[in-house]
Every structure is written in structure tokens, then in C-alpha cells.
């Protein structure tokens, strides 16, 4: 007799998503060629975005984006904040005009959460760039900037 920890059987789940979900560094690359319109957003916290601090050889973040930190979407309680206070967080950033908006981070983690809270406001035309800076900064001819 096999013995499991769900009263359920095992079995195959696939999502099928509407569009694509998940930006490459092709996509990052169209975006930096201006061949895409797009806000790219870093939700690294400020002094990694600025490539003050860093796990990464190559300190700092894509050229053009901006950075709106994890942190600032969540309550201390770690939910998220209501509605109207996540689209301020995004408006203080960035266009809410319909554009492309690309997330990501380090490595794909608190981009994520980025990009949840997209969804929240109703944000639809999203990306999450789940290689993030982990991706990009392993080509060395990949340009990135420092500062704030």
C-alpha cells in the first residue's frame, strides 16, 4: 500500500496562459533599442538598485529603469497595501498609461511581487523578467549603471 500525505492522486496541471508572461533579455534588449515601449521597474531596495551594495560581479541595474522597492508594496504585516496606495506607489514611478510595464530584480524573486501587484490595480500588459540581474549581468557586453 502507498502511503501519501494527500487524500489526493497525483496529476498533470498545466496553465494556459493568454499571452506571455515571462520577458527574455531579447525583450529587455528591444526595450533598451527603443524597438519596444516599455517601463522596465527594479524592485531591488535602493542601495543594490544604485549598485551601492550587491551579490552580483557587476553592481547596479538596466539603463532606464526605475526602482520602486518590494518593501514599499507590502504592510509591515507583509500584505500587500490596498489599491489605491499600490497605484500611488507605482504612479510615484512610472506612467500608468497602458505601456508594458517589464519587472524585475536579482533574480526573479521580488519581481515577482512586482509583478502581483500589477495585477492587484488591474495592471494587464506586464512582464516579469525572471532571469532579472542574475541573467544580465553574466554578459559582460550588457550595459549596467550605477547610481540612483
Not at 30 to 48: I, N, Q, W, Y
Request: hydrophobic share 40%.
Amino acid at each position: 500500500m502507498e502511503h501519501t500525505l494527500s487524500p489526493f492522486r497525483p496529476a498533470n496541471y498545466v496553465v494556459a496562459a493568454e499571452k506571455p508572461v515571462v520577458a527574455s533579455r531579447d525583450d529587455i534588449l528591444s526595450v533598451l533599442h527603443g524597438e519596444r515601449k516599455a517601463h522596465l521597474v527594479c524592485f531591488l531596495r535602493p542601495d543594490e538598485y544604485a549598485g551601492v551594495i550587491s551579490v552580483r560581479a557587476r553592481p547596479g541595474h538596466i539603463p532606464g529603469s526605475v526602482n520602486l522597492p518590494f518593501i514599499n508594496l507590502l504592510e509591515d504585516n507583509n500584505t500587500f497595501k490596498s489599491v489605491p496606495q499600490l497605484q500611488a506607489q507605482f504612479a510615484d514611478v512610472i506612467d500608468l498609461d497602458g505601456r508594458l510595464v517589464v519587472t524585475y530584480c536579482g533574480a526573479g524573486i521580488a519581481s515577482t511581487v512586482g509583478a502581483f501587484a500589477l495585477g492587484l490595480i488591474n495592471y494587464r500588459n506586464t512582464l516579469e523578467y525572471d532571469g532579472s540581474l542574475s541573467d544580465w549581468t553574466s554578459d559582460p557586453s550588457l550595459p549596467v549603471v550605477r547610481g540612483y
